[in-house]
């Protein structure tokens, strides 16, 4: 859909106005029902967000590729590549947020979404006020400026300010979510959280979410941060109440 004003080269470049400097964001909107994404599209224009619409999952993933965007939204029930493989291949390139949409009731498609790489859901039916506090949650969590201190536990620095992992000198990839779980739980390090209270860190307490969205979630962070997953160093399980940051790692 055509911007309504200049349109920067990639999101989260500025551009004058009026003598002041403002930022646009981009939102790729996956949408194969014209009618939900030209509400969506609208609603979000409507609050400052700049809003291009992909029919299908083969032109979702180049119209990623070429526009850049700051946020998915996106339908897992696509005609042919469907949500999940979208959601695949994006996180082999990208950390991007991704708000998925599913109409469909049952657990497991939310949670695969949630473990390959999503960072958030809605259920259609949907308000656009819900959609919308979404979609700046994600964006606010994922770009907002931060001022907690940087870590530097063992061979790892986490750096809140740039969002950023390293391990050994090297950059380590992180989604949102798993950034915030990680940097909750390496702030704390040595404190025993139990799933609930994980869950309502990460995904808030007005979310309704399984308890495997977080084993999911530790999971993803356990392999990329752990040299041996299986017997973890960094993220521990304590048996029967939940999990931990090594205080000694």
């Keep these: 859909m055509p911007a309504k004003h200049p349109v920067?080269?990639?999101?989260?470049?500025r551009w004058p106005d009026t003598g002041r400097e403002r930022l646009i964001q981009r939102i790729l909107i996956v949408e194969d029902?014209?009618?939900i994404a030209d509400l969506i599209s609208k609603n979000l224009e409507a609050v400052g967000y700049e809003c291009h619409r992909s029919p299908d999952g083969?032109?979702?993933l180049a119209d990623f590729a070429r526009l850049k965007p700051a946020l998915l939204v996106l339908d897992l029930g696509l005609p042919g590549m469907d949500g999940l493989e979208v959601t695949r291949r994006v996180r082999k390139e990208s950390d991007v947020p991704i708000l998925m949409v599913t109409a469909r009731s049952g657990e497991s498609d939310k949670l695969l979404g949630l473990e390959l790489g999503a960072d958030d859901y809605i259920t259609k039916p949907f308000s656009t006020a819900e959609l919308t506090a979404r979609v700046r949650a994600l964006l606010r969590r994922s770009t907002g400026t931060v001022t907690e201190r940087v870590l530097e536990?063992?061979?790892?620095?986490?750096?809140?300010?740039?969002?950023s992992l390293e391990r050994e000198g090297s950059g380590v990839p992180?989604?949102?979510?798993?950034?915030d779980l990680l940097y909750f739980l390496a702030?704390?390090?040595?404190r025993v959280f139990s799933r609930e209270a994980l869950m309502e860190h990460v995904w808030g307490s007005d979310r309704v979410v399984d308890d495997r969205s977080i084993d999911s979630l530790i999971s993803r962070v356990r392999r990329k941060l752990e040299t041996d997953p299986s017997n973890p160093?960094?993220?521990q399980t304590?048996?029967?109440?939940?999990?931990?940051?090594a205080d000694t790692a």
């Design 233 to 235: 160093r960094y993220l």
């Design 8 to 13: 920067p080269a990639s999101h989260g470049e």
């Design 187 to 190: 702030s704390r390090a040595g």
């Design 174 to 179: 992180l989604t949102t979510l798993e950034f």
């Design 58 to 60: 083969g032109r979702a």
């Design 33 to 35: 029902d014209a009618r």
């Design 238 to 245: 304590v048996w029967g109440a939940g999990y931990r940051f």
């Design 153 to 163: 536990i063992g061979a790892l620095r986490i750096d809140p300010g740039r969002r």
